[in-house]
C-alpha cells in the first residue's frame, strides 16, 4: 500500500497578483524537490508542470495539491524536513484559514493513481467522521494494515 494525499487552500490573491508571486515563482522548484525526494511515486499537474490550473471547487481561488508517497515518513520528510517547510511557515501570508480539515491521507494500493473525486470524497469523509483508518490527518497514525483490517 502506498499514501495518497490531498491538501486544499484557498489564496487570499489570484495568483497572478504581486502579493502571492514568491509562492507562484516557487511551485517549480518545490514540486521538482517533491519529485526527487525518496518515497515520491506521482503528484497531480497538468500541462503546465503544477496542479493550481485544476479547478476541483467552485471557489476559483482554492487550489489542490495531491500526490502519492511510499510512506508517512517519506511524506513528512518531504513536507517538514526540505525547503518545503519553508513555504509552509509563510501559508498565512498568501492563504485564508479553512476552518476545516484542508488535508487528507489515505492508503492506496500500489499503482493506484487517485482521481479528484476520489479525493475529495476522502476530504468529506474525514470532515465528516474524524480520523479514521479509511481517511485521516497526520494527527492519527493509521497504517496500511489499520486500513486493511478495518476494509475486511
Do not use: C
Not at 507562484?24 to 524537490?33: E, H, M, T
Request: net charge negative; glycine share 2%.
Amino acid at each position: 500500500m502506498h499514501l495518497a494525499q490531498l491538501n486544499i487552500a484557498k489564496a487570499k490573491y489570484s495568483l497572478d497578483a504581486p502579493e502571492i508571486k514568491e509562492f507562484v515563482d516557487n511551485l517549480d522548484p518545490i514540486n521538482q524537490l517533491a519529485e526527487s525526494s525518496d518515497g515520491f511515486i506521482w503528484r497531480l499537474k497538468d500541462e503546465s508542470g503544477d496542479a493550481t490550473d485544476i479547478q476541483a471547487f467552485e471557489d476559483p481561488n482554492i487550489i489542490v495539491n495531491m500526490s502519492v508517497w511510499k510512506s508517512v515518513d517519506a511524506l513528512k520528510n518531504f513536507i517538514f524536513r526540505t525547503h518545503h517547510r519553508d513555504f509552509l511557515r509563510r501559508k498565512k501570508e498568501w492563504f485564508d484559514n479553512i476552518p476545516t480539515d484542508s488535508y487528507v491521507l489515505w492508503w492506496v494500493p500500489e499503482g493506484h493513481i487517485p482521481s479528484i473525486d476520489e479525493a475529495l470524497e476522502k476530504l468529506e469523509y474525514l470532515r465528516e467522521n474524524g480520523d479514521t483508518p479509511r481517511a485521516f490527518s497526520f494527527k492519527s497514525n493509521f497504517t496500511a494494515v489499520d486500513f486493511l483490517e478495518k476494509e475486511t
